[in-house]
């Protein structure tokens, strides 16, 4: 006979004790011997436990019909394999417990749910009948108690400790039952009832139930409880490992339930958005990477509510994505002739830059595509480099881009910051990109030689990625995390110096020297931009004024001193001012501007051409330097005195300086005698070498032949030739040693007025780059040994 008992069911319904009384003799011998046996399932009945069962097949609930009507009385055995659904008589154990009907009630659906209460052990003899259902004649098992022992009492305590940290650890047993085991006395009865509720195997509550020795029994449980609760702590340890993490879980689970149904009745917020972004995606010509990029991006804002944090990450990031010309480039212009006269009208000069960019676009004609050359255009300030970089753009049709470079010393302006970081931005360069939608503009990266470097970072190295043709056409940005091409981009680099240009970065620029402008040229762009600008900026449009070569030539000459033209500029623009104050208080404007007109608006002249006419003495010579803002001219002063050959240096000189000083001296205690100098004058005289403007530093080694020569001018007595100027470096051989600059030098020597120059004869090459319109008048004498410097340079007593 099968009965129909869940194991899990079993778990929510609590084997309940009745009592604590023990059968007494008169009770045992009205007990019948032959029973009708039930088998149950993944369950074992002990005495003095109520058990709720469920009877469903026909002998089972013929065999509790009949036990009902007539004593009650039912044997309860457990079944070896609960698998079996039709047990036989080997299937069953032959040791169970008598069970007393306490309640039946019939179900609707045919079935029988009873209340059967343990009594008293018994063992099954044989079985008398097997159908209609089990009936087996059995023997009563008695339980042998030990008489008083402390150990026994011990025991049972241990027992009942045990069983309130099982109840405490684990949820199998009801929370009254801590309660029931406190009052329960009776030390077999509390066996009994944890052994009805531990979760034990069957075979191991089998085995408690045939033991007939209590105390044996009891050590039995207490074996089976130690083993239970180390159990249930272990699952406690794991659970509650993972209960903060399920908890959370279950919250945001919860919450997002919650927005959910939120967004159902409001409409989802987020939605517009992302179709929105979708639908931009389709026309973009993605690479591969940009593709999955963009998808996972997508999916991430789908699991996102747009209040969340991460939501404006990734949206912005996917928006910079979706803003970046991808493939998108301007036709250029292969127009070589109107090229070429927007060039010219935009700039007076620089043809060398002009000639670089239309063999650029020539080559771009015949071949295609090439990849764009890294132009760096040096020259002192004002010149017009960074203006240049935009005429460049409007001749070829591009758009155009200016990033200036000075003073930046972070690299993630040009690389980005990661993303991850709060208020995270693409770098300056994909910024560009975005702005002007262009994958091929033109880029001016001005000031390139300013840029920063120090413990903050070095962004020049960040430059040798951008400035290199080979590596550029994957150009990676830290917020992107993406490549970029950039190989179509023409980059123009403009800068002051090279040498402040690390070589790594120089080596992969094409580098175009420019050069400052004459006076001859300064004039022409003042007649070509700079008046008809200040006069459109005055708003003079509707005012006609004149100015003639001879007026602008004399401001160059006698009111700046530069070599390109910004002072220019401002000069004309306080010309212009004065004379919009004249019209707006209508007073008479002469339409010419002449000398008196510019006195009266600049001042007296701020140069004067003159003082190199004047009879300088002895040990006076004008020399030729180069500065960052172009050419420049300087004096170099020596003096004697007596004394005991001491050399004295001022003017705030360079290492590189004063060295030329030392080696000059060298040289001509050296050569006294051929040059008419007696031996005891370097040692009776103190020499002092002075080079004013003393606030400006000074360094180099141009000035070689200029300090050999005012030293020779000084320990001779003769002067030095008026009007002229020269630079080169010495070596104590005598030789003279080419210098830089040249272009830059001559023109302010031009400036200055300076009608003869001695350069070194390899300079030969660098004077005939220079357009004889811009040297006339000027003198020039190659020259290598120091001889000739000195046969040139000192007047005849």
């Known amino acids: 006979m099968l009965l129909q008992q869940n194991e899990q069911e079993m778990e929510f319904l609590p084997v309940l004790p009745m009592g604590e009384d023990e059968m007494n003799e008169e009770e045992r011998k009205s007990l019948p011997d032959n029973l009708p046996i039930i088998a149950l399932r993944n369950t074992v009945l002990f005495p003095n436990v109520v058990l709720p069962i469920t009877v469903s097949r026909e002998k089972s609930i013929i065999a509790i019909t009949q036990a009902n009507k007539k004593d009650k009385w039912i044997g309860v055995v457990a079944q070896k394999d609960g698998n079996f659904e039709d047990p036989g008589i080997d299937d069953m154990f032959h040791v169970g417990t ?283 300030p004002g010149i017009g480099k960074t203006s240049l970089g935009k005429s460049i753009a409007n001749a070829i049709d591009r758009k155009y881009i200016r990033l200036s470079l000075g003073g930046l010393h972070d690299e993630s302006e040009l690389r980005g910051h990661r993303k991850t970081y709060i208020g995270a931005m693409p770098g300056r360069i994909i910024q560009q990109l975005r702005k002007v939608k262009s994958a091929n503009p033109v880029f001016i990266l001005d000031e390139i030689d300013k840029i920063g470097k120090d413990f903050r970072g070095d962004p020049s190295s960040a430059l040798l990625e951008i400035l290199d043709p080979e590596q550029n056409s994957t150009f990676y940005d830290n917020y992107l995390e993406l490549e970029f091409d950039l190989s179509k981009v023409l980059f123009i680099a403009t800068a002051n110096s090279l040498s402040d240009i690390q070589p790594a970065l120089r080596d992969r620029l094409e580098i175009i020297q420019l050069s400052g402008y004459s006076v001859e040229e300064k004039v022409e762009i003042a007649k070509r931009h700079l008046i008809p600008k200040q006069k459109e900026m005055h708003g003079l449009l509707k005012t006609p004024l004149k100015f003639n070569d001879k007026l602008l030539q004399k401001i160059v000459q006698d009111y700046t001193r530069e070599s390109g033209v910004r002072e220019l500029d401002r000069l004309m623009a306080s010309v212009m001012r004065n004379i919009a104050k004249q019209v707006a208080l209508e007073e008479t404007v002469s339409t010419t501007i002449d000398e008196h007109k510019v006195e009266e608006v600049l001042g007296k002249p701020r140069f004067l051409n003159d003082i190199y006419s004047k009879g300088h003495p002895a040990g006076v010579v004008v020399g030729l330097a180069w500065t960052y803002v172009g050419g420049d001219i300087l004096f170099i002063e020596t003096s004697l005195s007596k004394g005991k050959g001491t050399l004295t240096l001022t003017g705030n000189l360079g290492n590189v300086m004063k060295e030329s000083a030392t080696t000059a001296l060298s040289y001509l205690k050296a050569h006294a005698q051929t040059f008419g100098i007696a031996n005891n004058a370097f040692t009776e005289n103190d020499i002092h070498i002075h080079v004013p403007e003393g606030a400006v530093p000074k360094d180099g080694p141009s000035a070689g032949i200029t300090m050999l020569s005012a030293l020779a001018s000084a320990f001779t007595g003769k002067r030095i030739k008026p009007y002229l100027a020269m630079t080169g470096e010495i070596t104590l051989r005598g030789q003279v040693l080419p210098v830089g600059g040249i272009k830059e030098k001559v023109l302010a020597a031009k400036r200055a007025g300076i009608k003869e120059i001695i350069l070194c004869a390899q300079n030969e090459k660098d004077i005939n780059e220079i357009s004889k319109n811009y040297i006339k008048g000027l003198k020039f004498h190659y020259v290598q040994e120091m001889d000739e410097v000195i046969q040139i340079a000192l007047m005849r007593k």
């Open 98 to 380: 008598l069970a007393k009907i306490v309640k039946m009630i019939k179900m609707p659906d045919g079935n029988i749910t009873l209340f059967i209460m343990g009594k008293i052990r018994f063992q099954i003899n044989e079985f008398t009948e097997t159908d209609p259902f089990f009936k087996a004649n059995i023997t009563y098992k008695e339980d042998h108690f030990p008489k008083e022992d402390p150990n026994f009492d011990a025991l049972v305590g241990s027992i009942k400790d045990y069983a309130e940290k099982i109840i405490q650890q684990t949820n199998t047993l009801p929370p009254e039952a801590a309660i029931m085991l406190r009052n329960i006395e009776n030390y077999s009865f509390l066996v009994h009832y944890i052994a009805s509720n531990i979760n034990a195997k069957l075979l191991d509550k089998q085995s408690l139930l045939e033991e007939d020795d209590i105390r044996l029994r009891a050590e039995k449980l207490l074996n089976l409880l130690q083993s239970e609760l180390q159990l249930a702590e272990l699952k406690n340890e794991i659970t509650n490992k993972t209960r903060g993490e399920i908890d959370k879980q279950q919250r945001e689970y919860f919450l997002q339930q919650q927005l959910k149904s939120i967004k159902d009745e409001l409409g989802d917020a987020n939605e517009r958005e992302i179709k929105d972004l979708q639908k931009r995606a389709e026309q973009i010509n993605w690479t591969e990477a940009a593709k999955e990029l963009f998808r996972k991006g997508i999916e991430k804002l789908e699991r996102m509510h747009p209040t969340t944090p991460d939501y404006s990450v990734v949206y912005n990031h996917l928006d910079l994505m979706l803003d970046l010309p991808w493939g998108i480039y301007t036709k250029d212009s292969y127009d070589l002739k109107k090229a070429q006269k927007v060039l010219d009208h935009d700039h007076y000069g620089m043809d060398e830059i002009k000639d670089r960019i239309i063999e650029y676009l020539a080559v771009l004609k015949l071949k295609g595509d090439l990849k764009s050359p890294i132009l760096c255009f040096v020259g002192p």
